[in-house]
T-cell receptor, first 117, second 113 residues
């Protein structure tokens, strides 16, 4: 079975440019999560969706970040405009039904490695 | 608020030696606990999880972890480490019914041949 698929795997962009990260969750999973990993802050939950609806976006760092889930098989995380401090690995993850708090495992993609210069 | 502490940033062990990675959590009620492993340039892979029942949990790759409520701990163990176990290990916690999985800062494991 295909796991969580993220694209691009690596991106280098200039400060001020728009960045769009994409995610295809595992088929049949109802919950989708976006995490960011940095050396300074570790793994942080940015936002999660349940049944395509954003449930908690309190981790989104600022208005430059936005996330959408137009259907059950696709989500995007957009940064506009990008800044050097946004350089990080962005992970998308998905989980069956209601997520880890209901006894389900979160499955992670391989990450999108973003460098903003 | 829930939190996880992994007190060891780096650990080095010899191949064949036993391993214990420490994890302490803070959560008011019974937590759901996870251990994930991350190899360089890769995503996170679940090793094992604890929700209820037997406090000794078996996972993949020969790992196990024991939930100790009295110590608020969920330490990861392996009786004999292989060179391929070198990676970063993350402990994580979520409250029942919640979905915000909170990760520790990770422990980087180095295996000496």
């Amino acid at each position: 079975d295909a796991g969580v698929i993220q694209s691009p795997r690596h991106e280098v962009t200039e400060m001020g440019q728009e960045v769009t990260l994409r995610c295809k969750p595992i088929s049949g999973h109802n919950s989708l999560f976006w995490y960011r990993q940095t050396m300074m802050r570790g793994l942080e939950l940015l936002i999660y969706f349940n049944n395509n609806v954003p449930i908690d976006d309190s981790g989104m760092p600022e208005d430059r970040f936005s996330a959408k889930m137009p259907n059950a098989s696709f989500s995007t995380l957009k940064i506009q405009p990008s800044e050097p401090r946004d350089s990080a690995v962005y992970f998308c993850a998905s989980s069956p039904q209601a997520g880890p708090g209901s006894g389900n495992t979160i499955y992670f993609g391989e990450g999108s490695w973003l460098t903003v210069v | 608020a829930q939190s996880v502490t992994q007190p060891d940033i780096h650990i080095t062990v010899s191949e064949g030696a036993s391993l214990e990675l420490r994890c302490n959590y803070s959560y008011g009620a019974t937590p759901y606990l996870f251990w994930y492993v991350q190899s360089p340039g890769q995503g996170l892979q679940l090793l094992l999880k604890y929700f209820s029942g037997d406090t000794l949990v078996q996972g993949i790759k020969g790992f196990e972890a024991e939930f100790k409520r009295s110590q608020s701990s969920f330490n990861l163990r392996k009786p004999s480490v292989h060179w391929s176990d070198a990676a970063e290990y993350f402990c994580a916690v979520v409250g029942g019914g919640g979905n915000k999985l909170t990760f520790g800062t990770g422990t980087q494991l180095k295996v000496e041949l």
